[in-house]
C-alpha cells in the first residue's frame, strides 16, 4: 500500500489473514507491480498506463470528493474500452466482491517512435524508420 | 501630441492586421514540410511538473537528438523534480556533441494548483516579463509544449515575435493522454495561434476541429 502524504496510516501486519504493509513514497513501484496480481488504484493517468503497461488488472477508485477533475474522464474511458474495472470509495467493497477480472482487456501498446516520426514530418527530417529503408534499397540500385 | 497617439494607433492597428495575418495562416497550414531540412532546428521544451514532465520526456524519448538541437528545457523555479527527470532523459536517450547539447532555464511560475484566476493574471503577467529577454535571446525554432499554465507566456512571446518578424516559431501543443472529452485550458487558448495542437483520443478530435489526431502517444 502507498500511503504518500496521506494523513491515514493504515495498520499492518496480519489482519484478517492479510498481510499488510505499507509505505509513503518510492523512486519506482515497477517492481511491486509486477508482484502484484491486482492492483487498485487512484485514477491518476501516470498509475494507471504504469499498471496497464505492466498487463496487470487494475482497479481504479474515483474519490467521489473531488467529482469534477479531469481524472475521471480518462478512467471512464479506459472503463469504457474494458481496461480496468472502476469504482467510488463507497462501492469499493462491493466492487471487489463482484468484480470480474477475467472481462477486462489488455491495453494495446503504443509505437513511442509515433511523435517524433510526426514532429519529423512536419520540419522535413526523414524519419528514422524512413533512413533504413532507403539504405537497404540502395545496393540493389547500383 | 494628436501625432504621437496617431502613431501609437496606427502602430497597434498594424501588428493587429498582422497577428490576425499569421493566425489564418497558422489555421489555413499544411502539415506536412514542403522541403526537406538537413540543419538543425533549436528547439524549446516547456516542463509543466509532475505527471507533465513524465508524458512530456516520455514523447521526446525517440527524438533524434541531432536534428532538435540545441535542446532548451523552460520550466517553473518551483518546480522540485523536474530537474532531475529531464537530465536522467537527456543521459540515457541523447548523444551529446558540439550543437547537440541540452540547457535547463528557470521562470517564475504563472499560476499554481488552485491559485484564483484573478491573482494568476498578475503572476502570468510577472513570468511574462521575466521570459521576454530570455526568449529574445534564446529565439527557439520550435516549442513543444503539454501545458499547463507555464507554457502560456512563452508561447504569447513566440507568437508575438512572429507578429513582429523577430522568429518564425512554430509551436505544437500536445495535449494530455488524461484529457478524453475536454481540452485543457492551455489547449484551448493555444488553439487559437499554435500551430500544431495534438489530441489523443478521437472524441476531441471530433469536437475541436482545429487539433490533430494521430492516435495514443504514451
Known amino acids: 500500500m502507498q500511503i504518500g502524504h496521506g494523513t491515514i496510516v493504515p495498520p499492518s501486519g496480519l489482519i484478517c489473514d492479510v498481510q499488510v504493509e505499507y509505505f509513503r513514497f518510492k523512486d519506482s513501484v515497477t517492481e511491486d507491480i509486477q508482484r502484484a496480481d491486482l492492483i487498485i488504484s487512484h485514477a491518476g493517468a501516470g498509475s494507471c498506463l504504469e499498471v496497464l503497461s505492466a498487463r496487470k488488472p487494475l482497479l481504479v477508485v474515483i474519490n467521489e470528493e473531488l467529482m469534477n477533475n479531469h481524472q475521471l474522464e480518462l478512467a471512464q474511458q479506459l472503463h469504457e474500452d474494458r481496461h480496468v474495472h472502476y469504482t467510488t470509495c463507497t462501492n469499493l467493497e462491493h466492487t471487489l466482491q463482484h468484480m470480474d477480472l477475467q472481462t477486462l482487456e489488455p491495453l494495446p501498446t503504443v509505437d513511442s517512435h509515433k511523435f517524433t516520426n510526426f514532429l519529423d514530418s512536419i520540419f522535413g527530417f526523414q524519419s528514422q524508420e524512413c533512413h533504413t529503408s532507403i539504405t537497404s534499397f540502395m545496393p540493389t540500385q547500383m | ?218
Open chain 2, 1 to 218: 501630441f494628436e501625432m504621437i497617439s496617431f502613431l501609437i494607433l496606427g502602430f497597434v492597428f498594424v501588428v493587429g492586421m498582422r497577428a490576425v495575418y499569421i493566425i489564418c495562416s497558422i489555421h489555413k497550414g499544411t502539415k506536412t514540410a514542403s522541403a526537406k531540412r538537413y540543419h538543425p532546428l533549436k528547439t524549446a521544451v516547456i516542463i509543466g511538473s509532475g505527471g507533465h514532465t513524465t508524458e512530456i520526456l516520455k514523447l521526446l524519448q525517440n527524438l533524434n537528438s541531432v536534428n532538435y538541437s540545441p535542446r532548451i528545457y523552460i520550466m517553473a523555479s518551483t518546480d522540485t523534480s523536474s530537474e532531475v527527470k529531464i537530465h536522467k532523459t537527456e543521459e540515457t536517450c541523447f548523444s551529446h556533441n558540439g550543437l547537440n547539447s541540452y540547457e535547463i532555464v528557470k521562470i517564475p511560475r504563472s499560476r499554481s494548483v488552485g491559485q484564483m484566476y484573478i491573482s494568476s493574471v498578475f503572476t502570468t503577467l510577472f513570468a511574462l516579463l521575466v521570459s521576454l529577454p530570455i526568449m529574445l535571446k534564446k529565439r527557439p525554432e520550435v516549442i513543444i509544449c503539454n501545458g499547463p499554465g507555464t507554457c502560456i507566456p512563452i508561447c504569447v512571446i513566440a507568437f508575438m515575435m512572429r507578429v513582429l518578424y523577430i522568429t518564425d516559431t512554430k509551436i505544437v501543443f500536445v495535449e494530455s493522454i488524461c484529457r478524453v472529452k475536454t481540452l485543457s485550458l492551455s489547449g484551448k487558448i493555444l488553439l487559437l495561434f499554435a500551430d500544431i495542437v495534438l489530441v489523443q483520443w478521437p472524441k476531441l478530435k471530433e469536437r475541436y476541429r482545429r487539433t490533430t489526431f494521430i492516435g495514443r502517444l504514451t
